[in-house]
Structure formats: C-alpha cells, structure tokens
C-alpha cells in the first residue's frame, strides 16, 4: 500500500500566475484534507473532501483558492493570481471515517515560492 | 475552537538518554483526541502516537510514550533510548470526535547529539 502522493514536490512561480497541485490519498481513505504549512508553524487546515464533496472551507481559503476531488479520488488545489504571501508547504493528508482512529496521514507536501 | 501550544521551540538529547516534550491544549469538548506527529526535515510528517480523552491509560508505541492529564489539559511525549532517527520538529495536535480538521501547534525542534 503506497502513502499519499504530492505532486509537484517544488513549485515556483511568479507572483500574478495560476499554480495548481495534485494529492493522491491512500485508496480506501474517504477523507481528503488540505493544509498550509508556513516557516516555523504547525499545518493550518484549509478544506477537506468526503469522498467527491467538499464539506468545509477555512477563511484561510480566500476566493483564488480551489480545490476538487472528482469522483471521490485525487484531488487538487488551485491558487489563482498567486501572491507572495501564498509562499509555503501546501500539505494534503488523508483518513478513513468511520475505522474510529481520527488520525490522518499526511504527504510530502508541495513547497510553493512566490517570487 | 481548540488551541495547542507548545512552549518549547528546541530540545536537545544525548543519544540513548529520554527526553520529554511538553504540550498543552485548550478544549470545551469532552471527546477529543490527542496525536503527536513527527516531521523530518524534508520529509513528510509521520504520526507518531495517538490518545482518545475518554481513555485514562497513557499510550505507548515502543519507544514513546505519553503522559495525558486531562484536568490539567496536558499532553506531553517522551522519547526513550533517544535515536539519532529522532532528530526531527515534532507536532503536537487535537481534534474534536466529529471534526474535520487537526489543530497544530508550533512545534518543537529535537536535536540528538551523538
């Protein structure tokens, strides 16, 4: 069984460009969560999907972030009209609702510079 | 909401020696659960212990343990016969029954000196 994939490991982008990354969680999770992770802090969340639905925005998530996960699999996260404030470790982890455990198992994460 | 704090930015470690990192949170609910992660560097992070608030035995995986006191909100992680595999920061983090999300703290960074 393979843990939850990230892709790209690196972004860089320039401020003002779209920038869109993929999570794969582990295949029978139902949960798929996003979370940003900034130099020296622990992870924020920003939004999690059951299975295909997106149930909870954070008011991290300001409006040029987007996030799908079509038919209930991977997923992804959009920053439109990227900022230099958006520059940190985009994390995506993944949970089984129902086996009672609450715990998630988190990626590699997606380091994104906004230059 | 639920707030984690972690007031110590560093540890240090003499290898094979036991070393505790404190936590402390802050909750109006009941029913919750306790982890604590660890987060190489460059490396993705890695749960490393979970406790539920209902139960009063503290966990153990191995070489780590956790000392819970409910009343007093407290959480902490020892690390017995410390490795020089150990050297990472290391979350603490809750979550309600029923939530959605972890609530992190600011970590703590553990270094082993050989």
């Known amino acids: 069984d393979t843990g939850v994939s990230q892709n790209p490991r690196h972004k860089i982008t320039k401020r003002g460009q779209n920038v869109t990354f993929r999570c794969d969680p582990i295949s029978e999770h139902n949960r798929l969560y996003w979370y940003r992770q900034t130099l020296g802090q622990g992870p924020e969340f920003l939004t999690y999907f059951q299975n295909e639905a997106q149930l909870e925005k954070s008011r991290l998530l300001s409006d040029r972030f987007s996030a799908e996960r079509p038919k209930g699999s991977f997923s992804t996260l959009e920053i439109q009209r990227t900022e230099q404030g958006d520059s940190a470790m985009y994390l995506c982890a993944s949970s089984l609702v129902g086996s009672g455990r609450h715990e998630q198992y988190f990626g590699p994460g997606t380091r994104l510079t906004v230059t | 909401a639920q707030t984690v704090t972690q007031s110590q930015p560093e540890m240090s470690v003499q290898e094979a020696e036991t070393v505790t990192l404190s936590c402390t949170y802050d909750t109006s609910e009941s029913d919750y659960y306790l982890f604590w992660y660890k987060q190489p560097p460059s490396r993705q992070m890695i749960l490393v212990i979970r406790q539920e608030a209902y139960k009063q035995q503290n966990a153990t995986e191995n070489r780590f343990s956790v000392n819970f006191q409910k009343a007093a909100k407290s959480f902490s992680l020892k690390i017995s016969d410390s490795q020089l595999g150990d050297a990472a920061m290391y979350f603490c983090?809750?979550?309600?029954?029923?939530?959605?999300?972890?609530?992190f703290g600011t970590g703590t960074r553990l270094t082993v000196i050989p």
């Open positions: 983090a809750s979550t309600q029954t029923g939530a959605n999300n972890l609530f």
